[in-house]
């Protein structure tokens, strides 16, 4: 067997709260660990999983996929024995991964016959004899060596594994992130979960003018971003009627504006029948013409629920460079469109005046259609197994 050790990083700066945030974090971990033998335990500042080594490769792609962890490591268990620590040191060092070395022992066991000092001189001295070709190197070591010997047990690992840091999912309520087929709207919700926030899924869709592919992509950037929480609800909306009525009603410069402010609509309600505490999308200031800050704020000025932008200041490449990471951008670049593409008129208003965007709505009477958008919604409940599309449509 071997053990994981947690650290938590951040989360552990939250004084009242962190028998909570441990408890969410613990949650979620276990959550996805569902068919692995493990056990996980927890101790004053640590979190510990103990499992089979066929399993690591598994328990490693669940940590490298979870908010709340600041680093980890993976440690081989022994006896607290001078010589089984050695010897399990000999047998789980990689000679080809470092020239350089440094021995950190701690030692909670004080019954332990050496001190730290003299047993990282000890191992240090038993390394150089027994690995060729190796040099101490205190300062800046390509491999740390790390010793804890505690009562019960004692463990050896190595140079520690970076986690995502944030905070668990579910230590805030839930939120509802407006998702497109693009590039920003996944990398928004997926820095929006980073902070701990449960975040279901919004989806327009304006069928049959778009396709039943865009919906597929959805579906697919969604699989994608719940390997980073537990299941993910993705509502999808019809917005078919509502566009078509904006387009026979309003300027067709002003349609992009009149378009988002029934969407920012259509959220609050959402919102409002689920217990939703914030909207969060993925407008970047100054991208397209309806994100320059006039706009935004002419959309905006439909509610007063905050609408989180957690991409608002980031560059394309920032965005970009984290759709890489989070494996989304080659889904989201995908060319079919959604419903902002289909019906994007030919000179958007760069500087849309509110009065104007009100008088182009009043000539029609959206409420009823508004209600009906949001009554009629479709909702799929994803997780990062391989779902077959058909079966979720
Ligand atoms: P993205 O790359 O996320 O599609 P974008 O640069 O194309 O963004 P817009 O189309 O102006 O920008 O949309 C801005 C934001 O509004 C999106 O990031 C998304 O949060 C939301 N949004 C736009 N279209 C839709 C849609 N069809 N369904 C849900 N949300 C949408
Ligand atoms: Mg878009």
């Not at 409002?272 to 397209?288: C, D, F, K, L, P």
């Amino acid at each position: 067997m071997k053990v994981i050790l947690i650290r938590y990083g951040e989360l552990s700066t939250k004084k009242d709260n962190r028998g909570f945030f441990i408890n969410t974090l613990r949650k979620n971990i276990s959550y996805k660990l569902n068919g692995i033998d493990a056990k996980i335990s927890t101790d004053n500042g640590h979190m510990y999983i103990r499992f089979y080594d066929n399993d690591l490769n598994k328990i490693k792609d669940v940590l490298d996929h979870t908010f709340g962890i600041l680093e980890y490591d993976i440690c081989s268990v022994c006896k607290s024995v001078e010589e089984d620590i050695f010897s399990t040191v000999l047998n789980t060092i990689n000679d080809n991964s470092f020239n350089t070395f440094k021995v950190e022992t701690k030692r909670s066991y004080k019954g332990f016959t050496l001190n730290s000092m003299e047993m990282s001189r000890k191992l240090g001295s038993y390394i150089l004899k027994n690995v060729k070709g190796k040099s101490v190197d205190v300062h800046n070591p390509d491999l740390r060596v790390c010793v804890e010997i505690r009562e019960k047990e004692s463990f050896v690992y190595y140079n520690s594994y970076k986690g995502l840091g944030g905070y668990p999912v579910g230590v805030q309520p839930k939120a509802f992130a407006m998702l497109s087929g693009g590039i920003d709207s996944p990398v928004a919700a997926y820095l929006a979960m980073k902070r701990g926030i449960s975040v279901s899924f919004v989806y327009f869709e304006a069928l049959p003018h778009t396709s039943l592919n865009a919906r597929e992509k959805v579906i697919n950037l969604t699989k994608k971003l719940a390997k980073y929480s537990q299941s993910i609800d993705l509502h999808i909306v019809n917005f078919t009627e509502i566009q078509e009525e904006i387009y026979k009603n309003a300027d067709n410069s002003y349609t992009i504006t009149i378009m988002r402010r029934m969407m920012y609509r259509i959220m609050e309600e959402i919102l409002r029948r689920n217990r939703g505490y914030a909207i969060i999308n993925g407008e970047s200031i100054g991208q397209v013409a309806s994100q320059t800050l006039k706009s935004i704020s002419v959309v905006n000025n439909v509610t007063n629920v905050p609408v989180i932008r957690p991409v608002a200041c980031l560059d394309k490449l920032e965005i970009i460079d984290i759709a890489r990471k989070i494996d989304t951008y080659d889904i989201s670049i995908l060319p079919y469109e959604d419903c902002c593409t289909v019906f994007v008129p030919k000179h958007p208003v760069i500087n849309p005046s509110l009065d104007k965007a009100i008088e182009y709505e009043n000539r029609f009477d959206y409420n009823s259609l508004i209600k009906k958008a949001v009554d009629n919604i479709y909702t799929i409940k994803i997780t990062d197994n391989d779902h077959d599309f058909d079966n979720l449509i």
